[in-house]
């Protein structure tokens, strides 16, 4: 927005007895603090699956459960090494429990989403209610709810973690407490809190505490019905097919303050036009087959594929068979603070 | 709250002198507009559907759906005859739509809902979408929505309605249209909207317009799956053993802004502590049987049956086997006006 | 919306069976319980002060304000006789207090507004706060709060009370408690509520508990400073000239979850053009003079008259001096409903 | 939370192959991710106003506010150099314009706050609108409207800029345009947005569009009223003296989404507890003077200066006589997102 003052010898002179004070001229980096446009050190990105899933085996015979407290192979975005994000503001990895083993209780401020690829049967507990995962279930795990994770069946099990940690780490907030047990206790039967808050009812005189989803597990075969039902309808958005926002039913809001989930099923053959908005977004494939153009990447997906659209990066989506593809990003927080922004004409990606 | 002033012939001489000019002495009349508590003209009443049922077919015989507009036997409170209404703010009915009958479309300000006693698969039409009726289902009419019934089979067709008609009209707020077509155009798919709000999703770009629920039909299949997990809990409320309000998915509050319904399970044998609130309240028992003692007077209660609980009249139910009840009132008018009170230890009823 | 079916001797001979059993057909009354457009009782009525005021001096000469708890002269609408309201849902009526009275301390679940006429400096208290009245002064006694007013200064007081009796009547939610002392402590500086919620600023860690403003007095100087600003800007509504609405600026809704008042302002010889909404307002005139016409009633007022506009009735305001106008309608009510509509092409008035 | 896994050869190797792929051991970054506590790289700082205030003024000789396009000393974090900002979200600086300069117009996405230090009468215009600003004034630029200041006054005016810089450069939201004209028009009086929104009343018909203030400047001289009536309360909070927050009063929620400011008054000696919260907070005092420990550090403050708390940093403040400070911090942010934490009972600082 702004070209940099011209440096003189005087100027030069004053910024270094600024320094030692604490001050810095703000007209020499006012154009690279307030851009025209979205600057981010995010870049699109793409993990196959089949590349991933040979490590995250390898990994499950390096180390246990137990001693990672969570064994996951993070998702590192490549404009940002070292700095354990996917995007700027969100995390996200690919944990694996085995048969047998359990992911201890704790609990920490960061909101975390799961979203299971493979395996059927192993468990999420949270606040005393087991949930059981079955492949693209979107399970929440609410911020400074005690959680554990189990695995009581034959087979290992795989999901995509999403939580918000760079966020929190930004806003400095985040704390963690382990538990005193390795597992929680079981205090309410499986399904209860879909039954009582994600049936179109609630309890009388309840009253949400928090902004998050009171329902914590949103089972797929609920969300693919969902869909195989909306079909039907043949009313499909350029930019996005039929695409859905997941809901926190006290609410209408996200499920989670800062992470808005989306599913989404483009039919065979179709190609969305370019689109583009300023919530960084990793997608992960669930059925079908397709390519998607990225700025200037594009990427060829298949079930269990993972990859990162960019703020403000045009993205296209052309499926092969009908498809269907999980998402989520940070758009809650740019919402609630008025700053989100799309463009359905996004300049041809 | 106050004992009328002593009258003395000068007094009244000037309240005489004042009626022709529109005025009015506060003090005569203080106590009977600001009471200590509610003083309603609604009194207990109770609807044996076995009584009802006969001349409900008595009327398919004497008037068509067509001619009758809506062939309806208004439920009057018996406290206030001749005024249409079966609690002071809320209007029920029982509609009968024989086979092969139309009810045609019109649309109005009055919010209105359907809960079906008898037959399977007529339908209801909301703005374009059909939704099959079946026992149990509870269905919305949005406020202004154009709406008509129709029944293709080979069964009598009975639901109870509840409208919001005596408010609306308190309100001078009333607007009616009759349809320019007996029958509105089907342009979705059955079951759209249920798929579209309902399975925990919603449109990405979808925002509501109106404070109803965008779900129209609430179907007893789930509700009544959601009461039989969450029976498994055992935790019963003294007051109203498994009590559950329907939602608006998109905001968390009452499906409509002037009307709330409930569904409420009470184990085999359970008897409720007294309680009361100031949202007078429509009952109809939809399975098991029971005894239900509301102030002076005690209703026992099977399938079909209708009852009222008057504001701020003590309620105590009895149930015989496991008991289903279905009822709503107006407590969210209540509840944003500021002016919503119950009592969990009302005196003994 | 609804020609009454025909009637047959064997259509009334059926009627006159269902009577007996709380029941009623519809299809005979639905026209006039749903019509096409508000139906209202209340009728366009006019309150001139000079007219008034002697026979509220009267009351005052006959009654004490302890004896009658309250010394109004209820202003009940010419169209709803004996029934101790201004419209079908609202209260208004004048109140005296002489040199040396009290109002003795009450609460109710009625809410209340004053709106100050006559006098300088009585006051009104409410929960421990003592606010000075003055002319044009608008005061909100919230549902549920103790009050009491009392008069210390050499004249007599008189303000325009406006209640939502009716409405919390239909609702069947009064309650109401004597005080146990005549007047309540003061516990509060004078001024603190709109010092402590009115200037822009909020005490850091309080969270409105009621839907009711926290600011309790609204000053006449301010809001007409207000308005004296704001007619510099030179850009009138056709229909309102410059017309505001009090908020509660903990929510920005309206000061009281059923009333919403106005304050309005028509330059010299402005005229409106016709405008109807459903919610019935009640008009005080505050300072200058004009013509209303109303449905087919013309009404010119001067300061302090009382006039009052029916439901979706077309009136039209023609000042002659610059003039300032008071006024209170249900409006919340109705839009917390989804019931309001205006109609600013209303048909010539 | 987490001691980081043992580390072995085998181990490692496999991290180095997990690289190249843009994969990484959750477990060993773990307890670094998710701290058992904030761990902030903002640290407690001051600045004293009489030191930044001569280089203020050589800046003021160099460079022009025209060339500068906004001449302002940045104050930066001694904890995170070079990343212009204040604390981890937040940037401040202060901004000179001399007599005669003009801050030339431009919008942004970022929001920004200016609190008035020294000068009298220079002016920032929003939107068509131009406020005067004078000392102890908070004064809002919303997210993306047209805005630039002037001084017309025949002294330097100099004020504290706050923004959410860092905030949306990390969420990677930041858009900027300049305008096409050095100065806007001025196209509304002077002082019509504090009448239009706040003083009790809105326009009939408006409703906000966004979550910003419709209101721009606070003036302090009712800031100041307000703490003067509020203190005759004597009822000090023991952590924060009399501490108010600045409100939109359209929503009774921050003035703008990003940012909360505070104005709190401590009597003379007053000494506050130890208190800490996760928002860190910048203070400018505006009268009085006072010690602050914050941390182990310990600042004696004056007006105009400045300092900083960090995110759950313990701080306690002692005031010498009466004294006013000014502050704000990402609080909304933090509670919009379920994040914020206070602690009223912090470890002695």
């Not at 089949?50 to 975005?77: C, K, S, Y």
């Not at 709810?145 to 918000?164: A, C, K």
């Not at 583009?276 to 087959?289: H, K, L």
């Not at 296209?316 to 593809?325: C, D, I, N, Q, T």
Request: glycine share 8%.
């Amino acid at each position: 927005m702004h070209a940099a003052a011209t440096s003189t010898p005087e100027r030069q002179a004053f910024y270094d007895r600024l320094a030692p004070n604490n001050l810095a001229p703000l007209w020499e980096v006012l154009g690279a603090l307030i851009t025209r446009e979205p600057q981010s050190p995010c870049i699109p990105a793409f993990w196959r699956y089949g590349d991933v899933r040979p490590q995250l085996m390898e990994a499950g015979r390096l180390i246990t459960a137990r001693e990672a407290e969570r064994r996951v192979l993070i998702l590192e975005n490549p404009g940002m090494p070292g700095k354990s994000c996917i995007t700027h503001t969100l995390y996200a990895g690919l944990q694996l429990i085995l048969p047998g083993e359990v992911a201890p209780a704790h609990r920490h401020s960061q909101s975390a989403l799961r979203f299971v690829i493979e395996g059927n049967g192993a468990f999420t507990a949270v606040d005393g209610e087991r949930t059981l995962m079955r492949p693209g279930d979107f399970i929440i795990t609410p911020s400074w709810t005690w959680h554990d994770h189990g695995n009581e069946t034959e087979e290992p099990m795989v999901w995509l973690d999403g939580l918000d940690i760079p966020l929190v780490g930004f806003l400095d907030a985040s704390f963690a407490e382990p538990g005193n047990a390795e597992q929680q206790m079981e205090t309410k039967p499986v399904g209860d809190s879909l039954a009582r808050y994600g049936m179109g009812l609630m309890p009388v005189d309840w009253k949400p505490a928090t902004p998050t989803s009171p329902v914590f597990n949103y089972p797929y075969d609920r969300s693919r019905e969902a869909l195989e039902t909306l079909k039907r309808a043949d009313d499909w958005d350029p930019c996005h097919g039929l695409k859905l926002r997941y809901v926190n039913p006290a609410t209408g809001g996200s499920p989670m303050p800062t992470i808005q989930p989306f599913m989404q099923l483009l039919p065979a053959g179709f190609r969305t036009e370019s689109y583009r908005s300023t919530d960084a977004t990793i997608y992960v494939a669930v059925e079908g087959s397709g390519t998607s153009r990225i700025g200037d990447a594009s990427f060829h997906w298949q079930p269990h594929d993972v990859f990162v659209v960019p703020s403000w990066c045009p993205v296209r989506h052309e499926a092969g068979p009908e498809s269907v593809l999980f998402s989520f990003s940070d758009r809650p927080v740019q919402q609630a603070l008025g700053l989100w922004r799309e463009d359905r004409q996004a300049r041809a990606a």
